[in-house]
């Protein structure tokens, strides 16, 4: 591939905002690589998604030590995308880690303890050719580590430089109320809860998750936002080849139940009516919820991302 040069004109569409009451303005769309970025996919598409990104204002990256596969095989795939492309625009990203669910065999290599965390994220940051990075996340919730612990690991990796700032993930509400005081208290506020709403899946907004953020100045991402390609034409007329629900393992084919299908066609038909595709209709949807920051969408090819930026411009 020819030798990468940012487009100039980069910032002319995307809309950002600002996350909870901190400094940092996120792109309203941001970029997942849980999918499509590990060592069984093809370097050049990766490669093509991620320029696509960030030529259309994509400063967002969202990844986690188990991303793949094999695990860990996202974070090596950013990390030779760095030295190929993009070591130039380091300070023009926001790169994000997390760790919290299953990495490495034995007890070490899971959930909250501060051993697992500290160690995941120098792995993270070897793997992605990252000297620190500038968001790092409790993955998840563990009902058996002591908050305080998990939380006082977040507050040293930030003392150490090795992330900027850090949020949680999928942390039930009294816990992250918790967490949110717990942070704020050692002078390391959280800056952003990543949670999963959708037109299918409300729940961090009906449990309160989201208006605790928004009380208390922490913005929130939401993660899967076309219930991982549900809430596109994707699977209108059948399950495509190559999609991911064909490939079964995240996105089932028996997650497609009638009542699923009837309501994406009613979607469909409320987008079309707004003269929109359906995942721009359901991202739009999303942004407009008071307190969310960013959508973080998956794609498969920059074609996807294309069609999805379309509810971000400004
Ligand atoms: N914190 C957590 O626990 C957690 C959990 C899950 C995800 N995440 C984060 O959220 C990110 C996004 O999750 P996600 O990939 O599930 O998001 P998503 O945006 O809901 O789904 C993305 C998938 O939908 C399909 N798609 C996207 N745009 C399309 C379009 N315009 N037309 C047709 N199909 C389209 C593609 O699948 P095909 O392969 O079918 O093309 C794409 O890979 C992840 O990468 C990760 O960073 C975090």
């Not at 849980?34 to 030529?55: Q, S, V």
């Not at 009837?262 to 919820?289: D, F, M, P, V």
Request: glycine share 8%; proline share 5%.
């Amino acid at each position: 591939m020819e030798k990468y040069k940012a487009d100039e004109r980069r910032y002319d569409a995307m809309a950002y905002q600002r996350c909870g009451r901190s400094g940092v303005l996120l792109p309203k769309v941001s970029l997942g690589f849980w999918h499509n970025f590990g060592a069984e996919d093809d370097y050049t598409k990766c490669r093509e998604i991620m320029r696509y990104a960030f030529d259309h204002g994509i400063t967002h990256f969202d990844l986690a030590n188990n991303y793949g596969p094999p695990y860990g095989s996202a974070e090596e795939t950013f990390g030779r995308l760095m030295d190929d492309d993009f070591r130039p625009y380091r300070d023009e990203m926001f790169i994000a880690t997390k760790a919290g669910y299953d990495m490495w065999p034995g007890p070490y290599g899971n959930w909250g303890s501060r051993k697992y965390l500290m160690a995941s994220l120098d792995q993270s940051l070897h793997r992605m050719r990252l000297n620190y990075v500038d968001l790092f996340y409790s993955h998840r919730y563990d009902p058996h580590t002591p908050l305080e612990e998990t939380l006082q690991a977040l507050v040293d990796i930030v003392r150490s430089g090795k992330t900027l700032y850090v949020g949680i993930s999928r942390w039930p509400l009294e816990a992250t109320r918790f967490a949110f005081k717990y942070l704020r208290e050692r002078d390391v506020p959280c800056l952003i809860y990543q949670g999963r709403i959708n037109l299918l899946d409300r729940a961090p907004l009906e449990e309160g998750i989201l208006d605790l953020c928004r009380s208390e100045g922490v913005g929130f991402i939401s993660f899967s936002p076309l219930a991982q390609g549900l809430l596109t034409d994707r699977y209108l007329n059948g399950i495509p080849e190559g999609s991911r629900m064909s490939k079964g393992k995240f996105l089932r084919p028996d997650m497609l139940t009638d009542d699923v299908l009837q309501k994406i066609r009613q979607y469909n038909s409320e987008a079309e009516g707004e003269n929109r595709t359906l995942a721009e209709y359901a991202l739009s949807w999303i942004l407009r919820q008071p307190g969310v920051t960013s959508v973080l969408v998956g794609a498969s090819s920059a074609g996807q991302l294309e069609k999805n930026l379309r509810a971000a411009s400004k």
